[in-house]
């Protein structure tokens, strides 16, 4: 065996393997359900007893407390928004992928697992992809029966689309609005519940710490955002269902809220973090016009279907009316590159090769920075084949999203496009049960690291999300919670003070004075370092530069950080500069994680690990593992600890779309 | 663009407020109008001021968390949400008026961020599906014709903005109810619970202290989803059919 380059020794230390010991072996079709057995169940007359944390409202946390309260458990939901309703899953818009085989044209559940299996590049667990693609089906049928409106034939049955590099039409869709639609479903279900009294909602609360009392996770320690109380909530398990830290990147299709606070201090207290360098860029999203800009916005790749994605043969084209270009002068470059899947390959190689292009010079658009950073996107031929209205009925609110944000008609002018960060496939390394390496920590969703792989198709988060939420937790936790009620916490423990203490003296750190410049400005620079060295392409060099950029820039930050107002009441500055802070630390292992991986792999780009035509080149061999990263403490280094991945059912190979 | 903003400012919910003036310069019209506070508050920030709080999450016009009387409009002079608004729908040497939303539903949290969990107890008193997690029959088991499956996607696209209560000069939420009652009770699978949704959720409309709805229209008028005003009238009419069904 060879042995790899280790880009990233002297920055880590290697730790003893990790393994999951809760997935059940034998036939992949019977894990889940061996799983459901063998777990054990605690007593309905007990679940009054049990009390449950749930932070996090989208699709994974709403789902979670929703079903949870409907099993009897004692919930408390939390959320940073002023609404349950608002957590950044509303903002999903292709759709959500399931092996139903409405349309007859073969899919199964073992096809959607191995589709996800390959399309997660060979980085995810067999047996989790199984299960995710197994419950995939009982999603869809509890949505409608929740009365999520999806789109319909004329028949009065449900239609489906095929979606971003796969060939089968599993993806159903409530028009381009399904994360709203899902998550207004779940969210109702979650307000059902907390009419009947099983669970009871923080809105405007930020969780801050977590508390480990005798190795297990006991409580957390939230902050009211409106009248800056610190306050303390204990149960006998947690859920984190936090989201993703796209954010970390400062520009991304990620809500302003969105962070990696919860996470990320339960990791700082022991919580293992998984893959935290796999990035998902995303293709479809609208250019960047400026400085000013503070969010990306995706539209979904759904357009992908119909569109076609060109750049000008010529540079000297680039700020021509595309109208004006001739079609023996544009460039098709993904038809032309891969023509069996052409506008429909997988988002990394969509976002991956429209950066070529414009690096070649050969991006529209605005200039920023001396670069036009856009293609094209180009409905005209659909509009000529379907006509007009088919279109709008199958994308109008994309079209009119378009037209609001950037004052140009995309039925007339083709639309520009260019890649931005939109979703993580790292997270909170959990086992099979989704429990973390925290006893009682559970994790759901994309605050978890679980079943993408290193990259994740599309339509898949919504089914991870709700999978988490609907139907696997509530089966998984159910045997920790068996042991249950733990023993009562006193206010007073000296694991509870110090928590509540930790959370105090950094918020008064935050807001010292002497500071001169803005979170704002701090969060903009490190989005600049992790674009340009943690981002579609990465080097050794460029990540090694990075890390000590990141270190330099988190001394500044708690040197001259500048944020005015009180810890009393509410300050969006104070908010917001907690999260950069754990956002500086995130950054840096990011990078580190990034580093130590030397291979091309899933949505990341090592440029040492190329074919001869520079494709992405995997290294089974040396990586085919999840990286699980273990804190040890501030300036000190992680430990990682690997866990192995085989397949039993999927072979690996080499992905190709030409 | 140089741009005159007038901005109320109220430190705490329990405080009187009042408007106070600032001036920003070199504002792109491409910026959102979110951006331009951004830019608002960094200058504040610089100059040892406390930034104005705003609201807002998403920012693609679909969580509904922004929303701001702008010149006496919600979400401003276009019908989106106030995350949608450009700069370019306004011209250099404007002055513009930036309040929070009015309505004693809605109280006031501070400068420009107001309470809406109203809302959500609105919501928890009926608007919903009884359906527990895996009592569910296969999605196929009921067809829904297609008119009626787009009808109450339409009601259903609603953001829970509140720029339908901002805009009523009743307060009312009829519009937020409404849409909720038209998108639940177009489907078979919402008939069930019908006539209790419609009198638990307008009983707490009404305890919310929300107003009563004299069709003005306001309200559709500036919801940036385009909730149609006929949901008001759906609302009436299920309500009707309650009260005779005797609930």
């Not at chain 2, 009523?168 to 078979?188: D, M, Q, V, W």
Request: negative net charge; aromatic residues 8%; proline residues 4%.
């Amino acid at each position: 065996m060879s042995e790899p380059m280790d880009d990233a020794a002297g920055y880590y230390e290697l730790g003893e393997p990790i393994r999951d010991t809760k997935a059940p072996g034998g036939p992949i079709e019977t894990r889940w359900e061996t799983r459901e057995f063998e777990a054990r169940i605690a007593n309905p007359a007990n679940r009054r007893r049990l009390s449950i944390i749930v932070v996090g409202t989208g699709l994974a946390g709403a789902s979670a407390a929703a079903t949870l309260g409907e099993a009897g458990y004692v919930v408390k939901s939390f959320c940073y928004q002023d609404s349950p309703r608002r957590a950044h899953s509303i903002a999903a818009q292709g759709g959500i992928n399931a092996a139903k085989n409405y349309k007859g044209d073969g899919d199964s559940v073992y096809r959607l697992f191995y589709d996800t299996i390959k399309g997660g590049d060979y980085r995810s667990r067999e047996s989790n992809v199984y299960r995710l693609a197994e419950v995939s089906r009982n999603i869809i049928d509890q949505c409608v029966a929740q009365g999520v409106p999806f789109a319909r034939e004329y028949g009065g049955l449900l239609d489906n689309r095929s979606f971003g590099g796969v060939q089968v039409s599993r993806t159903f869709y409530a028009r381009g609005q399904t994360g709203q639609q899902l998550l207004l479903g779940a969210y109702q279900a979650l307000e059902r519940q907390v009419a009947a009294g099983s669970v009871r909602c923080y809105s405007r609360h930020e969780m801050l710490e977590l508390i480990v009392v005798d190795g297990r996770a006991r409580g957390i320690i939230v902050r009211d955002m409106v009248t800056g109380e610190i306050e303390t909530y204990f149960a006998d398990v947690v859920v984190l269902a936090t989201g993703g830290y796209g954010n970390v990147f400062f520009l991304s299709t990620n809500a302003m809220g969105c962070n990696v606070t919860a996470t990320w201090r339960a990791h700082r207290k022991g919580a293992y973090f998984g893959n935290p360098c796999y990035t998902q860029i995303h293709p479809t999203c609208i250019p960047v016009t400026g400085a000013h800009q503070s969010k990306l916005t995706l539209m979904s790749e759904s357009l992908r279907n119909d569109g076609r994605i060109w750049v000008p043969k010529k540079a000297a084209d680039c700020d021509k009316d595309p109208r004006d270009i001739g079609e023996e002068d544009r460039d098709y470059y993904l038809e032309r590159i891969y023509p069996a899947y052409g506008n429909l390959v997988p988002r990394d190689i969509a976002s991956r090769q429209a950066k070529n292009m414009c690096d070649e010079g050969r991006g529209v658009g605005p200039e920023v920075d001396g670069v036009r950073r856009g293609v094209y996107l180009d409905f005209t031929e659909a509009i000529e084949r379907l006509g007009r209205q088919a279109i709008e009925n199958k994308y109008g609110n994309l079209f009119d999203m378009y037209a609001q944000i950037t004052g140009e008609d995309p039925y007339r002018v083709p639309m520009r496009i260019y890649p931005a960060v939109h979703y993580v496939m790292g997270g909170l390394w959990v086992d099979y049960d989704l429990q973390a390496t925290i006893p009682g920590l559970f994790v759901t969703g994309e605050a978890n690291f679980s079943d993408h792989g290193a990259n994740r198709l599309g339509a898949s988060a919504l089914m991870q999300g709700l999978a988490d939420g609907y139907f696997v937790l509530s089966n998984t936790i159910r045997d920790y919670l068996a042991d249950g009620p733990f023993e009562r916490i006193p206010e007073d423990h000296p694991a509870v003070r110090e928590a509540q203490e930790s959370v105090r003296t950094r918020i008064e750190t935050l807001l010292a004075p002497g500071g001169s410049r803005s979170v704002d400005s701090y969060h903009r620079e490190l989005g600049h370092i992790m674009w340009e060295y943690c981002g579609m392409e990465r080097t050794a060099d460029g990540l090694r530069k990075a890390i000590d950029l990141i270190r330099g820039l988190r001394a500044d930050f708690w040197r001259n950080v500048k944020v005015l107002g009180s810890a009393e009441g509410l300050n969006q500055s104070l908010e917001r500069a907690g999260r950069v802070a754990d956002f500086l630390e995130l950054g840096e292992l990011m990078c580190i994680d990034a580093l130590h991986r030397r291979e091309s792999c899933g949505g990341h780009f090592r440029a040492e690990s190329q074919t001869e035509e520079g494709e992405a080149l995997r290294d089974d061999e040396n990586f085919a593992y999840v990286a699980a990263w273990e804190w040890t403490g501030d300036g000190e280094k992680p430990v990682l600890h690997k866990e192995n991945l085989t397949y039993e059912f999927v072979e690996m190979k080499q992905r190709s779309y030409k | 663009m140089k741009l005159t903003l007038k901005i109320w400012r109220q430190p705490d919910p329990t405080a009187a407020g009042g408007l106070q003036t600032f001036v920003v310069d070199d504002i792109s019209p491409d910026m959102s109008f979110l951006e331009m506070l951004d830019v608002l508050n960094e200058q504040l920030n610089a100059e040892g001021t406390e930034p104005v709080a705003f609201d807002s999450d998403c920012r693609e016009g679909i969580c509904g968390m922004c929303g701001l009387m702008i010149n006496g409009e919600a979400h401003g002079p276009t019908r989106t949400t106030t995350c949608q608004l450009h700069m370019r729908s306004f011209a250099d040497g404007d002055t513009i008026t930036i309040e929070p939303w009015r309505a004693s539903a809605f109280p006031v949290l501070k400068d420009l961020c107001v309470d809406r969990q109203a809302f959500d107890r609105i919501i928890a008193s009926g608007g919903y599906i009884s359906v527990n997690t895996g009592a569910a029959p296969d999605a196929h088991a009921m067809p829904v014709a297609k008119e009626h499956a787009d009808r109450a996607f339409d009601a259903a696209t609603c953001i829970a903005c509140g720029a339908c209560v901002a805009s009523c000069p009743n307060a009312s939420a009829s519009l937020f109810l409404g849409a909720k009652i038209t998108h639940l009770g177009e489907l078979p699978q919402g008939q069930a619970e019908r006539d209790y949704r419609v009198v638990q959720m307008t009983a707490q409309h009404d305890a919310e202290g929300f107003g009563g709805c004299t069709n003005i229209g306001e309200c559709a008028a500036a919801c940036p989803k385009e909730i149609p005003l006929d949901v008001i009238s759906q609302l009436n009419w299920d309500l009707h059919a309650a009260m005779r069904h005797g609930r």
